[in-house]
């Protein structure tokens, strides 16, 4: 399948229509268009702001831009000179090569290493690959993480696949979220989240929603008028609902009116740390497919 390198990205093209792109700072996807099986036209299933940077200046606001190895303001010791989110979605990465092509789809690999920058806030060997797969009605994106010390030291990290889902934010219902503990962000005392058990059958964003669900099911369905999505993810036990409304007019890059068009379904692991021992390898893995809204 066409595989079209370009100098600051990769756009992949599956012959039914889907395509998506990735570009190489952040290895950001800022684009996938799918059909369904209904409808086979592609449309654009992710949200990206008009006014995102994506000259490198600053992180993506859009797309799918990868978390690590912390969540939010670090937290952990070895990881509190690295700014929100960690120095993952504002590196560039290696172009690694097609891992996969045939009738059923396309991967390729992207790669980061340590540079002097990273190592001036982070000090541990570690070497992530990232791998995204088209096919026609699924986007697949892989997070691979190793443990390259030689001092016999665990690496723990935080990991998050930030998904913008473009949908109408009004009209958005998240499927099942009902009795899992959740931490609100947007309800805290002294700086931290309230603890929480989601009440709801079907979670909404109609007001600004900063949600972490713990330990959730990994398998999500997001639905609209219209038109509907499934996540289903492996190693990434939690999952974050954010859509900031009226509250997105404070953040620099959204563009005016950007939080009435997306929700982000946020897979990750974000309550604790992965634990890796020196050698061993983590995958954190998530497939959104693109359903008939009828189909739930």
């Keep these: 399948?066409?595989?079209?390198?370009?100098?600051?990205?990769?756009?992949?093209?599956?012959p039914k229509g889907a395509s998506t792109e990735i570009l190489f700072y952040g290895a950001t996807v800022l684009s996938w268009k799918s059909g369904s099986k209904q409808d086979p036209t592609p449309i654009e299933r992710l949200f990206l702001s008009a006014k995102a940077s994506l000259d490198g200046s600053k992180a993506v606001r859009g797309g799918i831009p990868v978390v690590f190895p912390c969540f939010g303001a670090p937290t952990h010791p070895n990881h509190l000179l690295m700014a929100q989110h960690g120095f993952a979605r504002s590196e560039i990465w290696e172009w690694a090569g097609i891992v996969m092509d045939n009738e059923a789809g396309v991967s390729v690999r992207f790669t980061l290493d340590p540079t002097a920058k990273i190592q001036a806030v982070y000090k541990h060997a570690f070497k992530l690959s990232y791998v995204v797969t088209l096919a026609e009605h699924q986007l697949s994106t892989d997070l691979h993480v190793e443990n390259h010390s030689d001092s016999g030291e665990n690496m723990e990290f935080q990991a998050l696949l930030h998904n913008y889902i473009r949908a109408p934010s009004a009209q958005v219902q998240i499927t099942p979220l009902q009795n899992l503990t959740f931490y609100d962000k947007t309800d805290s005392v002294d700086g931290r989240a309230k603890q929480k058990v989601e009440s709801r059958p079907i979670v909404d964003v109609q007001k600004s929603t900063d949600s972490v669900y713990e330990n959730g099911p990994r398998n999500y369905q997001v639905k609209w008028p219209g038109g509907a999505i499934h996540i289903r993810c492996t190693n990434l036990k939690d999952v974050v609902v954010w859509n900031p409304q009226l509250d997105g007019k404070k953040i620099t890059d959204m563009e005016e009116g950007g939080w009435e068009k997306?929700?982000?379904?946020?897979?990750?692991f974000v309550r604790g740390f992965v634990q890796l021992g020196p050698g061993e390898r983590w995958i954190g893995q998530q497939v959104i497919t693109v359903i008939d809204e009828e189909g739930l």
């Design 1 to 14: 399948m066409p595989v079209d390198e370009r100098v600051d990205r990769i756009i992949l093209n599956h």
């Design 262 to 268: 997306y929700v982000c379904v946020e897979p990750g």
